[in-house]
C-alpha cells in the first residue's frame, strides 16, 4: 500500500479523489508475481470514462512495474469493504 500511496500526487493530478486496494495484495497471501487489484474514484463524483480508468492503470503499471487491475468506484458489492476485503489508500 505503501508503494502506491508515495504515488498519491501523480494519482490524484488524473482526477482521482478516492483509491482503495482489494484483492490478494491486502493480506499475507501476496505473491511477488501477485496482480493490484484498485477501485478508483473521481472527483466530483463523477463517473470514470475508460479512458480515465485507462490513464491511472498505465501510469501505475509504469510506476509499480506490477500488472494492475482497475475498476471504477461502485463497481464491487458493500459486503466485501463491511468484511475489510477493500483496503482504502486515500
Known amino acids: 500500500m505503501d508503494r ?3 504515488h498519491e500526487t501523480a494519482i ?3 482526477g482521482v479523489s478516492r ?4 484483492g490478494s495484495r491486502t493480506g499475507p497471501n501476496a505473491l511477488p508475481t501477485s496482480d493490484l487489484d484498485i477501485i478508483a474514484g ?3 463524483g463523477r463517473k470514470a470514462s475508460y479512458f480515465d480508468l485507462a490513464r491511472v492503470k498505465l501510469m501505475l ?3 509499480l512495474q506490477l ?3 482497475i475498476l471504477p468506484e ?3 458489492s458493500g459486503r ?3 468484511v475489510g476485503m477493500i483496503v482504502r489508500v486515500f
Open 42 to 44: 473521481f472527483s466530483d
Open 19 to 22: 483509491l482503495s486496494i482489494f
Open 12 to 14: 490524484r493530478a488524473l
Open 74 to 76: 461502485g463497481a464491487l
Open 80 to 82: 466485501m469493504e463491511r
Open 61 to 63: 503499471e509504469e510506476s
Open 4 to 6: 502506491v500511496r508515495i
Open 67 to 69: 500488472r494492475v487491475d
